[in-house]
């Protein structure tokens, strides 16, 4: 094996030690994922009060979405998703990451969504939360809605 491939291999372990050792989940990235959790459950209820309410009142929502090869967004108030309201929506996450510093935190979460029970799409959810008096609310939303080319599906 050459020396720059050992090297790499070697230099890829090490990194990935401090992840395995560190792999414990504090209390603040259990708040937060459950946080982000509740927020997936208020979505599939259909329960956009409860929804907003895991929000600061100050909250925006970025939905992505990629066409053509173009990516756009657009903004949500928190206000305006309360009252478009939820219908028909499951949304399932899986395998969130978590990271906290101080009062800030991040959480990304691959999702699938079914509308009325079909498959719409897939992508990622990002919240970014803030603490304040102790809880954790979701400062912002961002997420990416990917729908693979019909090719791609058969």
């Known amino acids: ?19 395995a050792v560190h ?3 504090t209390s603040d990235e259990r708040a937060v994922l459950a ?3 509740s927020a997936l459950a208020a979505i599939t209820r259909g329960d956009a009060e409860a929804f907003t309410d895991l929000m600061i009142p100050e909250a925006v929502l970025y939905p992505t979405s990629t066409r053509g090869g173009v990516t756009a967004y657009r903004t949500r108030t928190r206000e305006a998703q309360r009252a478009a309201g939820i219908r028909g929506v499951v949304e399932r996450g899986f395998a969130p990451m978590a990271r906290v510093s101080g009062g ?16 719409s799409h897939c992508g990622v959810d990002v919240f970014t939360l803030v603490k304040s008096n102790g809880i954790w609310r979701i400062a912002s939303m961002a997420w990416s809605a990917e729908q693979p080319d019909r090719k791609s599906v058969v």
């Open 1 to 19: 094996m050459p020396n720059a491939y050992r090297i790499l291999l070697i230099a890829t372990l090490v990194s990935a030690m401090p992840r």
């Open 23 to 25: 792999a414990q989940v």
């Open 35 to 37: 946080v982000a959790d």
């Open 104 to 119: 800030v935190a991040m959480v990304w979460m691959p999702y699938d969504l079914y509308v009325n029970g079909n498959w």
